[in-house]
């Protein structure tokens, strides 16, 4: 809020003071608090994106895909490295002086090159960026595959259960694809307040090629008509409800909050080079399972996400990652972010991983995230060589009501890879995640007491009663494996 010098020269003399006074105590209050700067954001139930809103988005991708194309280069494809990265390259050791690992060995016409197209997007963004449709109210945007739709469908039930009413974009790549869930977009889906997009409905447009599994992510924010966007991948499962989180910081302060990888961020400086950007110092790579953005305050963020993805296969995967754990889209909403001098935050807390040990061996099953709205009210000190972690000590005193050892409650369950998706006709078959060497069955993500004390419940159970409830609507025999699962783990029938 501004105060004008007319504003203040209307005061009469005498009460002069007790204006300024006024003034600088409201200013005190404003920039203190943790008030939301976008007020209560409001939503309505799940409507259809409106006819006007896809003209718009249309009419603007076809002069976005001109502008990409515009900006293509004509060095040929980068290849990743043909060696394994180096454990101490790809390792998040922040005590340690690492230098920034190199292994891509470029050229310097094709770093030319780079630099040259990157800079003609950057134009075109800031061109475009005006122009673009953002949408309007708030919602969950996500992609499913075929394959991917019996875990989305647990993830949103688990969504469900948090008590989140918030609607639902679900983005299929094309009607082929559409025509094989269209029973499952029109009935289970619609009970759940989600709809079922196309991507190739509005891609197929304009002139640019087809885009391919990480693609899809961005062009979903894209396409979407939600201007607040909580996206989740198809296994992301929430275990609280995220309607807060779109509306307190660090949402609201910067429109863009990122999670952490478990590995260092191992972006070559030459992207940085090409991009304009300073090197910065080695950080925790991100984690791209679920991602918050404000597409009006991150238009030209936005505009270089999908640069950064369209030409990510080629040129910007390889750069951003050099072929490091995960290499695909994750580098590219903070890359964007930083490339356009536009705020985000990236959660501090470390990412936890979830398992369970089979002998001397950690069997990993997911990656348990934090509330990021915790995370930034805690804030915790970065490590030290006094103290190596992020963390308050136990006596510390973190705001004013009480001594606590603050950390941030975990907040999504991200499945992160094929091997740890939750998938029930693997992981309860004979020798599956569920069984030990013995034949006896167990959790999959911990001991109920460390989910409790990490989620605030029992954040498993409640998984598999939503996976009971998919599996004894589409499969008799696997709804009896489920229950039976149930039943010996957890001590209690399965809810019906």
């Known amino acids: 809020m501004l105060v004008s010098p007319a504003r203040l020269s ?26 939301p700067v976008l007020g209560n954001l409001k939503y309505d139930k799940h409507k259809a994106a409106s006819k006007a809103f896809t003209s718009q988005i249309v009419s603007f991708w076809q002069e976005l895909a001109r502008s990409l194309e515009d900006a293509r280069p004509s060095c ?29 060995n470029l050229a310097l016409e094709t770093q030319t090159e780079l630099m040259q197209t990157h800079r003609r997007m950057r134009v075109a963004a800031k061109r475009l960026a005006p122009t673009l449709p953002t949408g309007q109210g708030v919602g969950i945007v ?34 082929e694809e559409y025509k094989e869930v269209r029973s499952t977009c029109e009935g289970v889906l619609r009970t759940l307040n989600a709809r079922c997009y196309i991507v190739s409905d509005i891609y197929s447009k304009a002139a640019a090629f087809a885009p391919s599994h990480y693609q899809f992510k961005v062009l979903a924010m894209l396409f979407s008509s939600f201007r607040h966007i909580l996206f ?12 807060p989180l779109l509306n307190s910081p660090p949402y609201t302060t910067h429109g863009l909050v990122t999670w952490p990888d478990f590995h260092a961020n191992t972006a070559s400086a030459s992207f940085y080079h090409i991009a304009g950007i300073p090197v910065p110092p080695i950080s925790r790579g991100s ?21 950064y993805n369209y030409y990510g296969p080629d040129y910007y995967y390889p750069l951003q990652s050099q072929g490091g754990p995960g290499q695909g889209d994750k580098e590219t909403f903070v890359a964007a972010a ?28 997911g990656a348990a995230q934090a509330d990021p709205t915790q995370d930034f009210r805690y804030d915790p000190p970065a490590p030290s060589r006094i103290l190596p972690n992020y963390q308050w000590g136990k006596t510390d005193k973190v705001g004013a009501e009480k001594f606590e050892s603050a950390k941030a409650r975990a907040f999504f369950v991200h499945t992160v890879s094929d091997h740890s998706k939750i998938n029930p006709t693997k992981v309860l078959r004979i020798g599956g995640k569920a069984w030990e060497a ?3 069955q167990h959790r999959i993500w911990g001991e109920e007491k ?37 039943e010996t783990v957890f001590r209690a029938k399965l809810p019906s």
Not at 89 to 96: C, G, H, Y
Not at 147 to 174: A, H, I, N, W
Not at 461 to 474: F, L, N, P, Y
């Open 76 to 104: 040929p494809p980068i290849t990743d490295p043909t060696e394994p990265m180096p454990a101490d390259d790809r390792e998040w050791e922040p005590l340690k002086q690492k230098q920034r690992p190199e292994r891509l």
């Open 232 to 243: 989740l991948d198809a296994d992301s499962m929430p275990a609280q409800d995220p309607t």
């Open 338 to 365: 930083l490339a356009v001098s536009a705020p985000y935050y990236a959660v501090k807390t470390p990412v936890r991983a979830l398992g369970f040990h089979r002998g001397n061996q950690f069997i990993f099953a």
């Open 10 to 35: 209307s005061c009469p003399r005498a009460a002069l003071l007790t204006c300024l006074a006024f003034t600088a105590a409201l200013f005190f209050l404003l920039t203190q608090s943790d008030t």
């Open 438 to 440: 013995d034949g006896k």
């Open 450 to 486: 460390s989910l409790q004390d990490v989620f605030g419940y029992d954040v498993e159970k409640r998984m598999w009663q939503c996976v009971g409830i998919e599996a004894c609507r589409v499969d008799k025999e696997l709804c009896g494996d489920v229950k039976s699962y149930y």
């Open 287 to 307: 984690e791209s399972g679920q991602l918050l953005l404000n597409k009006d305050v991150h238009r030209e963020s936005l505009l270089m996400m999908v640069y």
């Open 142 to 175: 996500t992609t499913g595959s075929v394959e991917q739709f019996p875990v989305l469908l647990v993830s949103l039930r688990m969504l469900r259960r948090t008590g989140c009413s918030l609607p639902v974009q679900v983005f299929v790549g094309d009607f």
